[in-house]
């Protein structure tokens, strides 16, 4: 399975990313003790037409098998190396901001959880959890930065570079400086994601929940 994975990956760019983000995905929803499902991958809005803006793109998008069920937002980082550029964690917490002020959990990813969830109930995903309607999710979603395939301090160091400005060696694409608010603290866009760390390597994944992990290290 694992070399399969690998030969229809098409992302050169980032190969390893892209094989991590499988073996994430299928070692949580092949555990029937993690307290999560992984529904969807590189999620993208549903649009009605060309000239609508789609503010949702989401690596994966994973949720709780208790009711209430909670959505987490992530955001897959493969080492350090992937948290500057056009796919960075600036541009997706700009992405993510545009998402809230948007307010499109609520008018359009919420139900399409739905759809998916019932899609996956047919396709005999014995593991997702049931949901009839909307009103079972949560009222809002988590967001999460997950980063694996690195010593732990050096990519929370290199983390550090891209949220905050006055540190040394900041980048200038940095989202303090960009977006003016620290996202690490309770804030005006209303955006607090979560950082979770782990050094397991793209053909090694041993992360069988995919946020509750004792694998990782949390938080910056």
């Known amino acids: 399975m694992f070399e399969e994975i690998k030969k229809n990956i098409k992302d ?11 073996q994430l995905i299928s070692g949580n929803n092949s555990n029937p003790e993690s307290k999560w499902f992984c529904i969807d991958i590189e999620y993208v809005k549903q649009r009605n037409n060309k000239g609508e803006k789609s503010y949702g793109r989401f690596d994966i998008i994973a949720i709780s098998k208790d009711n209430p ?5 992530i955001e897959l980082k493969y080492n350090e190396s992937s948290f500057g550029g056009d796919s ?3 541009k ?3 992405n993510y901001i545009a998402f809230i002020e948007n307010d499109e959990y609520e008018n359009h990813l919420r139900d399409e959880i739905v759809s998916i969830v019932n899609s996956l109930r047919n396709l005999k995903e014995d593991l997702c959890p049931s949901i009839s309607d909307a009103s079972e999710l949560a009222e809002d ?6 980063t694996l395939g690195n010593d732990i301090g050096k990519a929370r160091e290199s983390m550090h570079k891209y949220v905050f400005k006055d540190i040394a060696g900041a980048s200038k694409n940095n989202v303090q400086e960009v977006c003016g608010i ?3 603290e309770p804030n005006e866009k209303n955006f607090l ?3 979770l760390f782990s050094d397991n390597k793209f053909d090694d994944i041993k992360i069988a929940d995919i946020i509750e992990s004792e ?6």
């Open 69 to 73: 069920h909670r959505v987490a937002l």
């Open 215 to 220: 694998l990782y290290s949390r938080g910056l």
């Open 141 to 146: 979603p988590e967001f999460y930065f997950i």
């Open 193 to 195: 994601p979560r950082f």
């Open 88 to 90: 960075g964690i600036l």
């Open 182 to 184: 620290n996202i690490t």
């Open 12 to 22: 050169i760019h980032s190969p390893h990313e892209k094989v991590a983000q499988h």
């Open 92 to 94: 997706h917490t700009e």
